[in-house]
Nanobody, 125 residues
Framework: QVQLVESGGGSVQSGGSRRLSCAAS????????MGWFRQAPGSEREGVAS???????RYADSAKGRFTISQDNTKETVYLQMNSLKPEDTGTYYC???????????????????WGLGTQVTVST
């Protein structure tokens, strides 16, 4: 059973930065896809970025140029560095995991996988 724990959320002013972490445990196979999603109040959950065990990275259009996804050498923690934050980036950020390489449809691919409980990011003007 894979368990995911997100951290790093909090309040930040517009234009600021925040680094989120997702620590995975219970991973038993070397092939995986992990991703970050976010959900604003009253909105659907949307994919932000993904990374897989061979280092392929994909971003949603809303994240390109501002957000960077990475993973540590042990590949048990995935990070999301968020820069130039905007009020519309406010929401709960979730980490997701599946045992597969990420596909072009990673946002759909990750939805039936394992999920963390999320970490709240609030961007104020």
């Amino acid at each position: 059973q894979v368990q995911l724990v997100e951290s790093g959320g909090g309040s930040v002013q517009s234009g600021g930065s925040r680094r989120l972490s997702c620590a995975a445990s219970g991973v038993t196979y070397s092939r995986y896809c992990m991703g970050w999603f976010r959900q604003a109040p009253g909105s659907e959950r949307e994919g932000v970025a993904s990374i897989d065990s061979v280092g392929r990275i994909r971003y949603a259009d809303s994240a390109k140029g501002r957000f960077t996804i990475s993973q540590d050498n042990t590949k048990e923690t995935v990070y999301l560095q968020m820069n130039s934050l905007k009020p519309e980036d406010t929401g709960t950020y979730y980490c997701a995991f599946v045992y597969a390489y990420c596909s072009d449809s990673w946002s759909t691919q990750l939805r039936p996988g394992y999920w963390g409980l999320g970490t709240q990011v609030t961007v104020s003007t």
